[in-house]
């Protein structure tokens, strides 16, 4: 079975800028999550999908929104880039309500 | 709001040596509890967790985990560490309530070398 892949693996912006990360959830998962962690610290949950719609979000702007396809690849965007989302951006995919699998993640780093 | 403390961010050991990580959340409801570990250059992994029944948990790896709900903590145990531990562990907490996995809370994480 193959797992959670993200894309890119490594991503550079400028501020302003708007960004647009992939995952492809590990075969026969139906819910993906994101989140992001910053240098130091523990990830701080972004959104989850569910079956294609959102299922709880945590503290983030609207800035921020995702996509599930009916393939349950997900998307996260983010709109006008600030510095302080430079971070490493993980997805998890998970069956229903089972422990997440994770990817590498994409490090994206604002300038 | 639920919080996870860990309260160890780098722990140094010798090969053979006991580990012991700490794991507190606040939230005084049902919890689902989790550690990863993250070796380096790899994808965060699940090492453990609990959900409900018997509070110890073994998980891969000879790792094992106590809940202990009277203390709100569930601590991280190996008797005998090697140095393919080195990683970053990280403790993540739940509220059985919600549900599913969604809102993972997180510790900062625990940085471990393992000396050969």
């Known amino acids: 079975e193959t797992g959670v892949t993200q894309s890119p693996t490594h991503l550079i912006k400028t501020r302003g800028q708007q960004v647009t990360l992939r995952c492809s959830s590990q075969?026969?998962?139906?819910?993906v999550s994101w989140y992001q962690q910053a240098l130091g610290q523990g990830p701080q949950f972004i959104f989850q999908?569910?079956?294609?719609?959102?299922?709880g979000r945590g503290n983030f702007p609207p800035r921020f929104s995702g996509l599930q396809f009916p393939n349950y690849s997900s998307e996260l965007n983010v709109n006008a880039l600030e510095l302080d989302d430079s971070a490493l951006y993980l997805c998890?995919?998970?069956?229903?309500?089972?422990?997440?699998?994770f990817g590498n993640g994409t490090r994206l780093t604002v300038t | 709001a639920q919080s996870v403390s860990q309260h160890n961010h780098h722990v140094i050991l010798s090969e053979a040596a006991s580990l012991e990580l700490g794991c507190n959340y606040s939230?005084?409801?049902?919890?689902?509890l989790f550690w990863y570990v993250q070796y380096p250059g790899q994808h965060l992994q699940l090492l453990l967790k609990?959900?409900?029944?018997d509070p110890l948990v073994k998980g891969i790896k000879g790792f094992e985990a106590e809940f202990i709900k009277s203390k709100f903590s569930f601590n991280l145990r190996k008797p005998s560490v090697q140095w393919s531990d080195t990683a970053e562990y990280f403790c993540?907490?739940?509220?059985?309530?919600?549900?599913?996995?969604?809102?993972?809370?997180w510790g900062l994480g625990t940085s471990l070398a393992v000396n050969p």
């Open positions: 998890a995919s998970s069956l229903d309500f089972s422990p997440l699998h």
């Open positions: 075969s026969g998962h139906n819910t």
């Open positions: 999908y569910y079956r294609e719609e959102e299922n």
């Open positions: 939230y005084g409801g049902t919890v689902n």
């Open positions: 609990y959900f409900s029944g």
């Open positions: 993540a907490v739940n509220a059985n309530n919600a549900g599913n996995n969604r809102k993972l809370i």
